[in-house]
């Protein structure tokens, strides 16, 4: 696992973009793992700049890492939409190459199938950007998540929901179910980079960085990948 620890989120958002723009660099019709949260933004804001400077992302791909059960596309909160604002449009990419798991599927357990479908179609994520959850979680795989699982419905701790209650009017609203790529799915991709920041994600980073390889931090199943890297700027690396 590599460690790159640098000074402020504006570095670290600079750094894991530089290495998503060589990828498209030299594989035009890269296949990109996307995240959301807070922790990618500043990533997608310096490869939007880079779009802006001519990079070019007309035949590349895009497989979000998951999406709320029951919330429709359109709801400000679902990934469909929050992947459309913060990826698709900004970056410019074909809105028809960009994917995310369907949460309103009458059959959730067929359209998780569906979803491992399209990536293997895709020919396989080639760099999957992470962030990662206070409590270790890495897209939705909550702790206690199985190191070989793929793409299933989850159920959200209420830590989870109480972390991203911030982005919905009323904490009640934060869905109780989830559609997320395994961590088996997360290691089957090319190269991994993990962007964190701040103080409040210290203590996962030091276990997953440190700590055994074991399903309570989901995050620590990336020291057995063999492209995986790890930027965090001063903050996060404090308990390291
Ligand atoms: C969310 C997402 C994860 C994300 C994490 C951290 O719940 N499902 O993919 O990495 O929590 O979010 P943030 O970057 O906002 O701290």
Redesign the pocket.
Known sequence: MEVVILADEREVGAFAAGRIASMIDKHPDAVLGV???????QTYRVLGEQVAAGLDVSRVSAFA??EYVGLPGDHPQS?HRVIAETVTEPLGLDPSRVHVPDGMALDLDAACADYEDRIAAAGGIDLQL?????NG????NEPTSSLASRTRVKT?TAR?RA??ARFFDDPDQVPRQ?L?QGLATILDAHTTVL??T?T??ARAIARIVEGPVQALWPGSVLQLHRRATVVVDEAAAAEL
């Open positions: 995240a959301t949260g807070s922790s990618p933004q890492l998951d990934y992470l962030g990662i959850g206070a979680h890495i897209g939705f959200l989870t972390d991203n989830c997320t962007v964190a701040g409040a994600k």
